[in-house]
């Protein structure tokens, strides 16, 4: 069994700052991709950014310059500094991540259950 937990949502005034957490754990060999989506409501779920095992990073637009994506491999955990928050990113956040698990022979998806960060005044 694996599990994705996110922590680190809440409430921030425009401008603020949060931190992101996301946990992996279970039977994991080898975690290859991880990310962060977000989900607005009435929206589609969209990539905000993701991160390779080697650290190799990549970045919607509208989040460039304000969050930062970080991982820690020997934890299987992955972050998402978001800074300067807007209120246009309200959202939950889900954590992804693609790994293979003890005696599987290929890399699967896996989701996290959200985190809602909310930016108001």
């Known amino acids: 069994q694996v599990q994705l937990v996110e922590s680190g949502g809440g409430l921030v005034q425009p401008g603020g700052s949060l931190r992101l957490s996301c946990a992996a754990s279970?039977?994991?060999?080898?975690?290859?991709?991880m990310g962060w989506y977000r989900q607005a409501p009435g929206k589609e779920r969209e990539m905000v950014a993701d991160i390779t095992g080697g650290g190799i990073t990549n970045y919607v637009d509208f989040v460039k310059g304000r969050f930062t994506i970080s991982r820690d491999n020997a934890k299987n955990m992955v972050y998402l500094q978001m800074n300067s928050l807007k209120p246009e990113d309200t959202a939950v956040y889900y954590c992804?991540?693609?790994?293979?698990?003890?005696?599987?022979?290929?890399?699967?998806?896996?989701w996290g259950q959200g985190t809602q960060v909310t930016v108001s005044s």
């Open positions: 992804n991540a693609v790994l293979r698990r003890y005696l599987s022979p290929s890399y699967n998806s896996y």
């Open positions: 279970g039977s994991i060999v080898s975690i290859n991709y």
